[in-house]
Every structure is written in C-alpha cells, then in structure tokens.
C-alpha cells in the first residue's frame, strides 16, 4: 500500500454528500416557504387556563398562576365589567381569593384581548 498514492487521491464522497445537502436545503425551504404562504400557523386557537385551589366545603376558589394569553379568573355567572358582581368575583392578581355564589357553580379563566377562549378551570361540588 503506497501511502503517497493515497494521501494525493482526490476521489471522494464530497459530490455525493453535496447533492444530499442541496435536496435537504431545498426540502426544507420549500417547507416553510410552503408554511407562510398557506397560513398553516395562523389559524390555531388557543384556551384560557390557570391554576387554581379551592378551600374544602366553600365557594372560595384561590389563583394560583395563569397560562400564557389569560387574563385572570372569575366566577361562571359574571359577564364583564360591567356587571355588578364584577368587583368581588373576578381577579388578575396571583394569590387573590374569589367568592362565587348564587348561579356561578363554576370558575371560568378568561381573557380581554380576544386571542384565547374562556375555558372552565374549576366546577364547585365536584
């Protein structure tokens, strides 16, 4: 075996992982090109969540954190702002307790800006 001859050969893979290479580039812009231009990210719709604990026996219900686009929680029987009962039966503060009662049989995480859906966080009596 002549070290010489081997150490001066230019044959190699090089051609072959090349033409690899370029497919994989061209794949993957194809594939995010392909992304934005469908608008298959847009669409995905997202719920309000939060973490909550609630006192035995009471209608007490304590945040203990938010998810991601969540505004805070409030009691199932409260629309917004603008009701009566909003004052004491909703919060954004982590560590804040709520008080439901009457027709509120549950707690509901919500958000103002209108990018999540207001989802269910706890149900009393269950």
């Known amino acids: ?48 969540s939060a973490g909550v604990s609630a006192a035995s026996g009471t209608n007490e219900v304590t945040l203990n954190s938010l998810g991601p686009s969540t505004t805070g929680i409030k009691c199932s029987a409260v629309d917004g702002p603008g009701d009566s009962g909003w004052a004491t039966k909703h919060t954004t503060q ?15 995480a919500y958000n103002v800006d209108g990018n999540a859906q207001n989802a269910t966080v706890f149900t009393f009596g269950s």
């Open 94 to 108: 982590v560590g804040q307790t709520i008080t439901c009662s009457g027709s509120s049989n549950s707690v509901v």
């Open 1 to 48: 075996m002549n070290f010489k001859t081997l150490l001066t050969d230019d044959d190699a893979v090089s051609p072959v992982i090349g033409v690899i290479l370029m497919v994989a580039i061209t794949v993957i812009l194809a594939a995010v090109i392909g992304t934005f231009v469908l608008g298959l990210g847009e669409n995905v719709n997202q719920n309000a």
